[in-house]
């Protein structure tokens, strides 16, 4: 069951094609903790420590209200929460979401 999940997202993933990303610096763990507030905003902490490139004044990854792809990275992280998947998070090197105080997520993977 785990191999046709792992199937069916990536296909989906090739489908509505990859982002092209200002991340350099990517992390591979377990989803702790996702926030989905009422703003659209969403704010994800893994396991470990935080990888923070950008500098931002708090530890937690944000995906702005605006992201194009938030739909498709909620579903992944809810989805490998839920089944114990890791996910690998690319985390913008230059630009802090929230206006300037999280890590900016660029890219989600489920693995």
Same mark, same amino acid.
């Given at each position: 069951?785990?191999?046709?999940?792992?199937?069916?997202?990536?296909?989906?993933?090739?489908?509505?094609?990859?982002?092209?990303?200002?991340?350099?610096?990517?992390?591979?763990?377990?989803?702790?903790?996702?926030?989905?507030?009422?703003?659209?905003?969403?704010?994800?902490?893994?396991?470990?420590?935080?990888?923070? @490139?950008?500098?931002?004044?708090?530890?937690?990854?944000?995906?702005?209200?605006?992201?194009?792809?938030?739909?498709?990275?909620?579903?992944?992280?809810?989805?490998?929460?839920?089944?114990?998947?890791?996910?690998?998070?690319?985390?913008?090197?230059?630009?802090?979401?929230?206006?300037?105080?999280? @890590?900016?997520?660029?890219?989600?993977?489920?693995?």
């Amino acid at each position: 069951m785990k191999n046709s999940l792992k199937i069916i997202l990536a296909a989906s993933l090739l489908s509505i094609g990859m982002q092209s990303a200002l991340a350099a610096k990517a992390t591979s763990r377990d989803v702790s903790e996702i926030i989905i507030s009422n703003n659209g905003k969403v704010t994800v902490k893994l396991s470990g420590a935080a990888v923070n @490139p950008a500098g931002c004044s708090n530890s937690a990854y944000v995906i702005d209200a605006t992201e194009g792809s938030k739909k498709e990275w909620i579903a992944q992280l809810l989805t490998a929460k839920a089944a114990g998947f890791k996910v690998t998070m690319s985390i913008n090197d230059n630009v802090c979401g929230n206006g300037g105080s999280n @890590p900016k997520v660029s890219n989600i993977i489920m693995l």
